[in-house]
């Protein structure tokens, strides 16, 4: 009888993270109110240990073993690292600056209101039940943690929702992108605030100082050579950065959004660029969406995850259009214009999932909290498209009023 080996059941595992969510998506046409990206990670959740694995343990241990999932998690790595640092590069600080009163107040109102809404609906978690702070992670990290992962925006599949709706290079969309990118720097560096390892400050201040220096160097080089070797110079550059962050102590997902926040868009091509990220979303990033999957837990009980993520959702959705529509009515827009742009910054997925894998990996949070985030990450994103979509319709002259 044959014994399958390693690398037949990890091409297994492959075939199910490919074939299973497509068929969903395509068969079910799920694309207005679940595109790919979330079909992929609500299955990440389905087949991890929560669900299939507890209702056929002999499928999961079968497929799911240490070392496939341990060759899962180098490609997801892999993945993930890429698409922040794409993100990093496709933030555009020269808009925000040009519009920079109107970018400051509605990209400190969207991020500061879910951020205390967030940091309440921990304080409420903490209230109604333990295990919900990590073995490493303190009191003031948790909420803190808990209160910026509602406050996320994810920039990425913001760009991926407003080029669905045809919105991406009109006024509004490019409004709104200046509004993400300023909330992405203070995600990070409140993320990086968070992971501060006293122990390890003298590690981490080399890191900082190397980094800025060796920036300025890497800078002056890509300005130099021609685009093609620019690709392979930033992977290396990307590499680097990664490895060194995590020996600091600050993680490798610090390290690779840094390497793009310091490169710029122009020195690419704009469609190379988003041919990168469709492929790495399409090829390599549904392992990631498995392998978060595969960290899912429900110990705490069940009941308990789920009302931890509906009080994290409503934190999180309410916050972030509390703090837009008070944005809204310090600048004076148009009525109906906050309620579009709040509800397309609270689109959580993929950032807000990269976060919370980060402060799982630093035992910040526990598998409990990080399946209630994620939870909340799919439901936040889903309700976008759907809830959006009608309102544009009746707004079509608002979105082609130039700024």
Avoid at 70 to 76: F, Q, T
Avoid at 101 to 110: C, Q, V
């Amino acid at each position: 009888m044959h014994t399958m080996t390693t690398t037949e059941i990890f091409l297994i595992a492959m075939v199910i993270i490919f074939t299973v969510p497509y068929l969903i998506w395509r068969l079910g046409r799920t694309d207005y109110w679940a595109p790919l990206v979330v079909v992929q990670i609500i299955m990440g959740i389905v087949l991890g240990p929560g669900v299939l694995g507890k209702a056929f343990p002999e499928y999961y241990t079968f497929v799911f073993t240490p070392d496939v999932i341990k060759s899962l998690n180098g490609i997801a790595w892999w993945a993930v690292m890429i698409f922040v640092w794409i993100a990093g590069i496709e933030l555009d600080l020269k808009k925000a600056w040009a519009y920079k009163r109107e970018s400051s107040i509605t990209a400190g109102l969207a991020l500061g209101t879910p951020l205390l809404f967030g940091c309440g609906a921990a304080v409420a978690m903490m209230a109604f039940s333990d295990g919900w702070i990590g073995a490493q992670g303190m009191t003031w990290q948790f909420v803190l943690g808990v209160g910026m992962a509602c406050a996320v925006t994810a920039l990425p599949i913001l760009i991926l929702f407003m080029e669905k709706m045809e919105i991406l290079r009109q006024p509004i969309g490019q409004r709104i992108l200046r509004y993400a990118s300023l909330d992405d720097i203070a995600i990070w560096g409140v993320l990086a605030l968070i992971l501060l390892d006293w122990e390890r400050v003298g590690r981490q201040g080399m890191f900082l100082l190397g980094f800025a220096l060796l920036a300025y160097v890497f800078r002056k080089l890509m300005v130099a050579i021609q685009e093609k070797d620019r690709w392979y110079a930033g992977f290396i550059w990307l590499a680097a950065c990664g490895l060194a962050a995590d020996w600091a102590g600050l993680h490798y997902m610090v390290g690779a959004f840094l390497a793009g926040a310091v490169m710029d868009a122009e020195w690419f091509n704009q469609e190379d660029m988003d041919k990168l990220r469709h492929f790495v979303l399409m090829i390599i990033m549904p392992v990631f969406f498995l392998s978060t999957g595969l960290r899912t837990n429900w110990d705490v009980g069940g009941t308990a995850v789920f009302v931890a993520a509906a009080i994290l959702l409503v934190a999180s959705v309410a916050g972030k259009l509390a703090g837009v529509h008070a944005a809204g009515k310090i600048l004076k827009w148009e009525k109906g214009e906050a309620s579009i742009i709040g509800w397309l910054l609270q689109t959580k997925a993929l950032i807000m999932i990269i976060f919370a894998n980060v402060l799982l990996d630093k035992q910040i949070i526990t598998n409990e909290t990080f399946t209630a985030l994620l939870i909340m990450a799919v439901a936040s994103t889903m309700l976008t498209v759907p809830v959006v979509s009608p309102k544009l319709q009746k707004m079509k002259a608002m979105i082609l009023r130039s700024k």
